[in-house]
């Protein structure tokens, strides 16, 4: 098949976010090569890429790791953009935030060196992360956080909350790629993702779907740590990254956030549209009397500015999220 739109690149295709670029870029025409983090002992199952519609014709899937950054040159050679989704991560803090870290960046800055010398790319799309952005000793936010917020990482490591190590890494890494971008010039801009959540196509159910669905599947425990999150549909976060590798002249940073939702309104909503898990949820008194984690939501202007438009709302993630655990079997 003809390659209307040319050869993209995407890192890390077999994760939740990964795998609905792939699947949104293959729709849109664009032929892909994409990155597995395979080891002899460990082959991953792709075939959730591979039936996907046009994959036959214009998905390449090859071996790469972030912890071998000249791995990645196979996979961007002849590419017009590389979306850098990949990240190592380790929310269980077994990890030292320094290795982490360092893995982060070295693998960041050996794709975007890659990318410099094919002569090919044109643009890389980062993705980072809300906890690049709200993280911080200024826990009083009265609005939406701008591009211009930035999470303090002397802040994360003082508190040794869960996850800080991801939250250090993501935040250093998107610093650094901006500014190889600026030092080299090389095309880079980054999207911050809040919460990702919907239907998913990988085989494994995604973290964050699980914990906004906690309620759904019983777990009250996540509670305390999401009474208030900024959350995005992962179809338009797909959407988004394919948008900003378009656009004639994005700048920086663009924050992608559709709505911020309180565990108080997703319970009623599913209680509403799901009788089935009603007796999972709790009452509107539990909410009250647990104290938990509210984040500012973060500021979608500049990417609505720049001519963006979400499709998505709440419902329809919450819709899209159970529809497609039940067709899972995971509900």
């Not at 003809?2 to 050869?7: A, L, V």
């Not at 948008?243 to 009623?268: D, K, W």
Request: neutral net charge.
């Amino acid at each position: 098949m003809e390659e209307s739109k040319g050869r993209v690149c995407v890192t890390g295709g077999t994760g939740f976010i990964g795998s609905w670029i792939i699947k949104k870029l293959l729709e849109d025409g664009y032929s892909v090569n994409t990155t597995v983090r395979s080891t002899p002992e460990h082959k991953k199952d792709v075939s959730f890429l591979t039936n996907l519609p046009g994959s036959s014709q214009r998905l390449r899937i090859l071996s790469a790791n972030l912890s071998e950054p000249s791995s990645f040159n196979a996979a961007i050679e002849g590419c017009i953009g590389v979306f850098h989704v990949a990240t190592p991560y380790d929310f269980e803090d077994k990890e030292s935030e320094q290795v982490l870290t360092q893995r982060s960046i070295d693998g960041a800055l050996g794709i975007l060196k890659a990318c410099l010398n094919s002569k090919t790319v044109k643009r890389v799309v980062y993705t980072s992360s809300a906890s690049a952005v709200v993280s911080s000793n200024n826990q009083e936010h009265n609005e939406a956080l701008d591009e211009s917020v930035w999470s303090d990482v002397d802040f994360i490591r003082a508190s040794k909350a869960p996850a800080s190590s991801y939250a250090v890494s993501k935040t250093l890494t998107e610093k650094a790629v901006l500014k190889f971008g600026e030092e080299n010039g090389l095309e880079v801009v980054t999207i911050v993702p809040t919460f990702v959540f919907g239907p998913f196509i990988c085989p494994k159910l995604p973290g964050s779907v699980s914990a906004s669905l906690s309620m759904v599947f019983g777990e009250k425990t996540l509670f305390g740590l999401m009474l208030e999150i900024p959350m995005v549909h992962v179809d338009d976060l797909a959407r988004a990254h394919i948008f900003l590798l378009e656009h004639p002249n994005p700048i920086g940073r663009y924050n992608c956030s559709c709505c911020l939702v309180t565990a108080e309104r997703m319970s009623q909503i599913v209680a509403t549209k799901y009788p089935e898990f009603r007796g999972r949820i709790p009452s509107l008194n539990w909410f009250k009397q647990i104290e938990g984690t509210r984040m500012p939501n973060l500021s979608s202007k500049k990417l609505i500015d720049a001519g963006f438009v979400y499709k998505y709302g709440l419902e329809e993630m919450v819709d899209d999220a159970i529809q497609c655990c039940k067709n899972k079997g995971y509900l």
